[in-house]
């Protein structure tokens, strides 16, 4: 296994956090145990637990690692994007392209959540990612100018939660287009009017009425002399 950064070969750590990602992700972590990581990494149970500790720890780096992941990734998506109504919406085109990966699986905060008892690891990782997300909702949707950004946070939460379940649940991965047109349909209903991107008609019209007189569209045709 080979660090794709840095060409050279890939530390106990990193063998072992690969493997962990795909099993615990695959399989889910309550199933997966150390032996099948270990088995998958090339690397002795001793070196793992010198690592992290214990499973737990091991779960921990895995969970760490995919929520540094989602946020380097959305944060670099999103700043392609110029106003903060496209910011806000971009963040369904980011969720989209995480469902067309190949062995898309849903949340993987969601599902080691649903495994873990009360008080690990597990539990505290996948709140924090969430805490994130429900922030970067608020804070773009106060940017965009929304009346109500707390009120419009939560409505867009429940679209991504939404969306990710149907994009693996159903094998669906257009759910993201789905939950991006009802989100357009929410943002520009908590916008001010000055806010909202001009409809076509309306913004025709105003070009129309800007044409001075005399123009070539107000001359009356050959067939109308």
């Known amino acids: 296994m080979v660090n794709e950064k840095t060409d050279k070969p890939a530390s106990a750590r990193e063998r072992l956090l690969e493997a962990a990602s795909q099993l615990f992700y695959d399989e889910g972590v309550h199933t997966v145990g150390v032996d099948r990581v270990v088995e998958r990494a090339g690397v002795a149970k001793a070196t793992l637990y ?3 500790g214990n499973k737990e720890g091991l779960v921990r780096a895995y969970l760490v690692g995919r929520d540094e992941g989602i946020r380097g990734r959305m944060t670099r998506r999103l700043a392609r994007y110029t106003t903060p109504r496209e910011r806000l919406l971009g963040v369904f085109d980011v969720q989209g392209l995480m469902f067309g990966e190949p062995g898309f699986r849903g949340c993987a905060f969601a599902r080691a959540n649903a495994e873990a008892p009360e008080g690990t690891s597990a539990e505290e990782i ?10 970067l909702f608020r804070d773009l949707a106060r940017d965009a100018g929304a009346r109500d950004p707390e009120q419009l946070a939560q409505q867009l939460m429940l679209l991504y939660d939404g969306a990710a379940i149907s994009a693996w649940m159903d094998r669906n991965p257009s759910a993201a287009e789905a939950a991006r047109s009802v989100a357009t349909a929410l943002v520009d209903a908590a916008l001010p009017q000055a806010g909202r991107p001009a409809k076509k008609a309306e913004r025709r019209g105003d070009a129309i009425a800007a044409r001075p007189a005399g123009s070539a569209s107000q001359r009356p045709n050959r067939f109308d002399r």
Not at 126 to 135: F, I, Q, V, Y
Request: net charge neutral; hydrophobic share 40%; glycine share 0%.
């Open 50 to 52: 010198a690592l992290f």
């Open 126 to 135: 996948s709140e924090n990612h969430r805490d994130w997300l429900r922030s």
